[in-house]
């Protein structure tokens, strides 16, 4: 490896690393962005891991409700699209959808 190859490794190294401050204010210093007020408050993006350190989507779910899932794609039929070209050159995209027998047909 050449020594900008090493360095720039640490420096991803470095970056997996952290875990006390916003990954995306970090990057932004490594590609010195101009626009970094220095604030590690108001420089936060407020959606990487750091910043929200809780997930967004849990891995919860309800067994009944997964059941009920299951049991509606086992039913239902595939979704059929069809393509029609109008007289003034639109692609127009058509479809009927037919769920499981419990639920009513729609098309339009």
Not at 37 to 52: E, H, L, M, Q
Not at 94 to 104: C, M, R
Request: aromatic share 8%; proline share 4%.
């Amino acid at each position: 490896m050449t020594e900008l190859r090493r360095q720039q490794w640490d420096e991803m190294k470095q970056y997996m690393s952290i875990t006390d401050r916003c990954l995306m204010t970090q990057l932004r210093r490594a590609l010195d962005d101009v626009t970094l007020t220095g604030n590690d408050v108001s420089d936060a993006c407020g959606k990487c891991s750091n910043c929200r350190p809780r997930p967004v989507v849990t891995a919860a779910y309800d067994p009944q409700l997964a059941a009920r899932a299951v049991q509606h794609l086992k039913t239902s039929r595939k979704v059929e699209v069809t393509e029609k070209l109008t007289k003034f050159s639109y692609n127009l995209i058509t479809f009927s959808v037919v769920t499981s027998p419990n639920f009513s047909k729609f098309s339009c």
